[in-house]
């Protein structure tokens, strides 16, 4: 069987801390789609790590990582994340294994992103910059590289075939803002790297575990809400972030999902442009980017902040077939008197709670109830029926408002913060 962990949001709930938690439990992590875009924290024993391409089960000495043929992969950056852990896990590489489908994010498709941005002027998406969309673009229009490809003979050839195609559009957006001679040369650099790692047709491999009776954990990236078919359209990333992507990610068929676990902050957050009903741009929006240490992973770029949204919540549970919701960063709303979750969206003088097919033109306002808030510090080692009685409430009323069981709620960043019920 395999189980999926995803983001009900738009990035940046905590899956990789919870990947990480419940990594113990299974043999594979796989990761189906995204690429560096990806910021997933990961802390323990003190330390913290960020992981971008690799799956979150790297830290355990059984666990086997795959990166599917659905992610995007930069060489480059692949080997910088791993020069960042590689005094923790010295033998990793015994236990990583790339998809030969993977696609290569190029150098020049991270300049084509960069490009593009620019010309956008006030319409930026507020891309990572990594080259993901541009990449997955070259995918669908069937002249990508892959990972594969470093093998064959003629790597160069197709690579020189692409990036020329790339710097075409590059001069035409009159864009030159880079240096794509070091850029070749880490590139290069890298790939010898790469052709090292264990490269192997991983839909066979992920098949044979299932066979083998092994338990698989698909690890998602970014949110339900950046997802390219059903999140805020155009504001969303290049990917199928849903469980769907996992089948094609991975290459399995969908009876063999088993469990899929959604994972939400207590409150919202969203780094880049696109619509966001239930931002806050006030005081307490401040607030939350304080407290809750909202500042983007892999960016630095500080995040925009608001609060819980049910409208949304409601719809990528149904997108996903959510089984347990998992909640995060509860702790930061320590100290609030009030707490504010969005019930419905207001359009003109209509009420709904269903997400609009254009959040972008449609001009909703959220609805909001206010709930009481707690005071803190909730002690994991209380156990879940010790806890203050207000926040016990709040968990009630998202079940029952989601009609979903709140499985496991975490209180902090460390591993140990984490209470299951
Ligand atoms: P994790 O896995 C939050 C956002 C970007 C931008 C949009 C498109 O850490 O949750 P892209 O570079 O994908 O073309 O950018 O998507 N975005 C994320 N936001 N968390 C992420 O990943 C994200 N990955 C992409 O900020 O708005
Ligand atoms: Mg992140």
């Known amino acids: ?60 000495k059984t666990t086997t990582n795959v990166i599917g043929n659905g992610v995007v992969i930069d060489p480059v950056r692949l080997f910088q994340e791993i020069d ?3 005094a923790e896990v010295p ?46 673009r070259d995918k669908t229009g069937r002249h990508g ?32 803002d880079f240096d794509l001679e070091k850029e070749e040369a880490e ?80 409150y919202c957050t969203r780094v880049g442009s696109g619509p966001f009903p239930t931002e806050d741009f006030g005081e307490e929006g401040e607030w939350l980017r304080k407290q809750g240490n909202e500042f983007g992973a892999t960016t630095g770029r500080p995040r925009r902040t608001g609060w819980l949204d049910l409208v949304a919540l409601r719809y990528t549970c149904m997108l996903n077939g959510v089984d347990e919701l998992i909640m995060m960063k509860s702790d930061i709303l320590c100290g609030s008197d009030k707490i504010r979750v969005c019930e419905s969206y207001k359009i003109g003088n209509e009420t709904t709670d269903e997400v609009p097919a254009s959040l972008v033109e449609s001009g909703v306002e959220a609805v909001y109830t206010n709930l009481p808030g707690w005071v803190g510090p909730l002690n994991y080692a209380e156990g879940f029926d010790n806890l203050e009685g207000t926040f016990k409430d709040y968990i009630q009323y998202i079940e029952n408002a989601i009609d979903t069981r709140i499985k496991i709620i975490s209180l902090g960043p460390e591993r140990e913060n984490t209470i299951v019920r």
């Open 1 to 60: 069987m395999v189980d999926v962990i995803l983001g009900l949001q738009w990035g940046d709930e905590g899956k990789g801390k919870i990947a990480d938690y419940l990594t113990p439990k299974y043999d594979v992590v796989a990761r189906f789609q995204g690429g560096p875009n990806a910021g997933h924290s990961l802390e323990f024993e003190g330390k913290k790590f960020v992981l971008n391409t690799i799956p979150s089960g790297i830290f355990h």
């Open 84 to 86: 960042r852990f590689i």
């Open 91 to 136: 033998d990793y590489a015994d236990r990583l294994l790339v998809s030969k489908k993977a696609h290569l994010i190029l150098p020049t498709h991270r300049i084509v992103d960069a490009a593009l941005e620019n010309a956008k002027g006030d319409k930026k998406i507020g891309s990572t910059l990594r080259g993901i969309g541009p990449t997955y």
């Open 145 to 176: 590289v892959r990972v594969g490809d470093v093998l064959l003979p003629d790597f160069k050839a197709r690579y020189e075939e692409a990036r020329d195609r790339h710097l075409e559009q590059v001069k035409w957006l009159e864009y030159t």
């Open 187 to 266: 590139f290069y650099a890298a790939l010898e790297q790469l052709k090292k790692l264990q490269l192997i047709n991983s839909e066979y491999f992920i098949n044979k575990c299932i066979k083998d009776g092994k338990k698989i954990l698909a690890e998602g990236a970014q949110g339900s809400m950046l997802d390219i078919d059903f999140g805020t359209y155009p504001y969303v990333t290049s990917s199928n972030t849903i469980t769907a992507g996992v089948c094609n990610g991975l290459g399995i068929a969908p009876k063999h999902i088993g469990k899929v676990y959604g994972i939400f902050k207590a």
